[in-house]
Structures are given as structure tokens and as C-alpha cells.
């Protein structure tokens, strides 16, 4: 029996990982992994991680020397993990898709709750305070959604927001072929939405990808929804546009300092961070646990594939569906893709 070692625990992990388990003794560790905790995986054949556990050469190294050969990513995104650092060490496979649904219906539900303000006639409710003042919005049927990223969730929500009458514009580097969907220049999208909302991965490339300049070009009174990378969101900038009322209001499910704190109870500390507490204090403001992942279906879906993912790899199948490949960038076309030939991209160093 392979033995994994599973990080960042929380109840409904083992919950539905216990549900899924295709044959596997599994050790739950409640520490995230970073390089100071990844000796506890010593005698494992492979490690599950989680979107803000610290993978880092550091730790690659020590999960190799434990003897570690796969790291099963249960999420999608891979930009805590140093992939070239890894590679001829550790394959490393991820749950590209996990109901779509989940993370585009929890977009809309905060740009619906910061529109409507909802969360304000909640509590003004509980105290039996019934007044209307202060509790308008506006239409968002004949609105502009501007959507970056345009991959399985993107479409998703323009799916959504097309329900509501909404006009959507989109933008993606790498637009997809035959989707019907009006692509512009970010710039075009940035001055022509009266909501933004974000659905792509965080790269080098694209980190702040929403910063001063981008607040800048937006149209004024403009909400902006992230439910992808908090990366992705210059945090500080933000903050001043929402101040000086450039932005309406924001939902984020994401923040990007976040790793040390979401997902944990932090009620009972200081938070130091000024910006994040600045953030929250916002009435315009509506920040959730990074929980947008957070349904029964997707919860199902993840732990079914990331079993599917180490059956692939333990079973030695000859090309592994969601393995990260550390050649991303090569299109399918490219000859020299390691998949085209029906190859695992991360060959593992023989001993």
C-alpha cells in the first residue's frame, strides 16, 4: 500500500479524501509544507499539498531526500511550487478543473452582495434597523463585465453574466478558439467595464498585473471581483483607488499575503498586516476565506482526481492527464512536447 502524506489539513479534507480513497494509507498533518515541515513526509511515497503551503527548492529537495517521487497538488494554480527546482525530482500533478461552477457562482454572489448591499441590511436587520438609506445599487442588466482569464471558470461566469443581461468584454493571452467571445486589449477592457473580474492563474508575468496604472485606466465607479490569486492584485493600490472612489467596491476570496493567514482562526491575534486590515474595514469591501472552491461537487471532484492522478503515476501509465509540465509554454503543435510523443514531461532521476 503507498503511503501519503497529506498537508494543511482541515476537517472536510479528510472528509471527503477518506470518501475517495482508492486504496492509500493516508497521514493527515495539519502544518502547511514548507521546508521546515517537510521531513514529517519521510517514509511517504507521495505528498498532497494545498494552494498556500510553501513548496520551494528548499523543500523539493527534502521530499526527494525522504524519498518522496510525486507531489499531488489539490488545487489548480502551481505558483507556490518552484517547478524548475523540482524537475528530474518530483512529478507533480494538479486538479486542473474542479467544478467550475463553484468559483464563478461565488464571483457573482459578491458582486451581487456588494451591489445590493446585502451584507449591511444583514446586520442592520439583526438590530431590528429596517432604514433603506445607504442600501441602493444599481441595475447590472445592460452593464459592461469586463472578464480576464477565459478558461473553464471565466466562461463560467460569463455564462452567468450573460444570464443577467449583461454585456461582457474579454481578455486572455491566449483567447480561446471559436468561443464566440468579444476579446479586446486589457487597456480596451479596463476603460469600458463597470465590473472586472478575474479568472486566470498567477505568473511572473502577470503578478500586479492590476496595479496603479491599471486602477488608473479603469472607468470610474467600477467593481472589481477576485476570486482567482490574490497576486494578481497590487493590494496597496487598490486600496487607494477605492479611497479616492475610482473603484465602487471590491469582493475578494483572495489577498496576496494570504498564506499565513487564511484558512486558519486568527480571531484571538493582532493582525499586523495594515493593508489587509484596512481592506476588511471597508464597508465596500466584502473579503471571504479563499472559499470559492468551497462546494460538495468540487470538494468531490478534487479528491476523485488527485486519486486519479496517483493511480496514474503509481500504475506507471505512459503519459499522466494532469501532470504540470516544465515546459508550459510549448504549444500542442510543438513536435518536441514530451506529450506528443506520448512521454511523461517529468522524467524522475534514476538512481
Not at 472528509?15 to 493527515?28: P, S
Not at 486542473?96 to 458582486?111: G, Q, W
Not at 433603506?132 to 463560467?156: A, F, P, Q, S
Request: glycine share 6%; charged share 25%.
Amino acid at each position: 500500500m503507498k503511503k501519503l502524506a497529506f498537508f494543511d489539513t482541515k476537517p472536510y479534507d479528510k472528509l471527503w479524501f477518506d470518501r475517495a480513497n482508492t486504496g492509500y494509507e493516508i497521514v493527515y498533518f495539519e502544518t502547511k509544507l514548507t521546508a521546515r515541515t517537510a521531513r514529517l513526509a519521510a517514509g511517504c511515497d507521495a505528498v498532497c499539498a494545498f494552494v498556500n503551503d510553501t513548496i520551494d527548492a528548499a523543500a523539493i529537495d527534502i521530499l526527494y531526500e525522504c524519498g518522496v517521487k510525486v507531489l499531488a497538488l489539490r488545487c489548480a494554480g502551481y505558483n507556490n511550487v518552484d517547478r524548475k527546482a523540482a524537475y528530474g525530482k518530483l512529478v507533480i500533478v494538479r486538479v486542473p478543473a474542479y467544478s467550475p461552477h463553484a468559483v464563478a457562482e461565488h464571483a457573482m454572489a459578491l458582486l451581487l452582495c456588494l451591489n445590493r448591499k446585502v451584507h449591511k441590511a444583514y446586520i442592520r436587520t439583526r438590530d431590528f434597523n429596517f432604514s433603506l438609506v445607504g442600501l441602493g445599487g444599481m441595475d447590472l442588466y445592460g452593464k459592461t463585465v469586463g472578464v480576464i482569464g477565459t478558461g473553464k471558470i471565466g466562461r463560467v461566469f460569463i455564462d452567468i453574466c450573460r444570464g443577467f443581461g449583461m454585456q461582457v468584454l474579454a481578455y486572455d493571452p491566449y483567447p480561446a478558439a471559436d468561443s464566440g467571445l468579444d476579446y479586446v486589449t486589457l487597456d480596451e477592457l479596463l476603460e469600458r467595464s463597470d465590473v472586472i473580474s478575474l479568472h486566470c492563474p498567477l505568473t511572473k508575468e502577470n503578478r500586479h498585473l492590476l496595479d496603479g496604472d491599471a486602477f488608473a485606466k479603469m472607468k470610474k465607479g467600477v467593481f472589481l471581483i477576485n476570486t482567482s490569486r490574490g497576486g494578481l492584485v497590487d493590494s496597496e493600490a487598490l486600496l487607494e483607488a477605492l479611497n479616492s472612489g475610482a473603484v465602487r467596491g471590491a469582493g475578494l476570496d483572495v489577498y496576496e499575503e494570504e498564506a499565513d493567514l487564511f484558512f486558519e482562526d486568527n480571531s484571538d491575534i493582532p493582525v499586523l498586516d495594515e493593508t489587509l486590515s484596512l481592506l476588511v474595514s471597508r464597508p465596500n469591501v466584502i473579503m471571504t476565506s479563499h472559499q470559492a472552491f468551497l462546494t460538495e461537487e468540487a470538494l468531490a471532484d478534487i479528491a476523485r482526481t488527485t486519486f486519479m492522478n496517483l493511480d496514474e503515476y503509481f500504475s506507471d501509465a505512459p503519459v499522466l492527464t494532469n501532470e504540470i509540465c516544465y515546459h508550459c509554454d510549448r504549444r500542442k503543435s510543438d513536435p518536441d512536447c514530451l506529450r506528443n510523443r506520448r512521454e511523461r514531461c517529468w522524467q524522475p532521476i534514476k538512481d
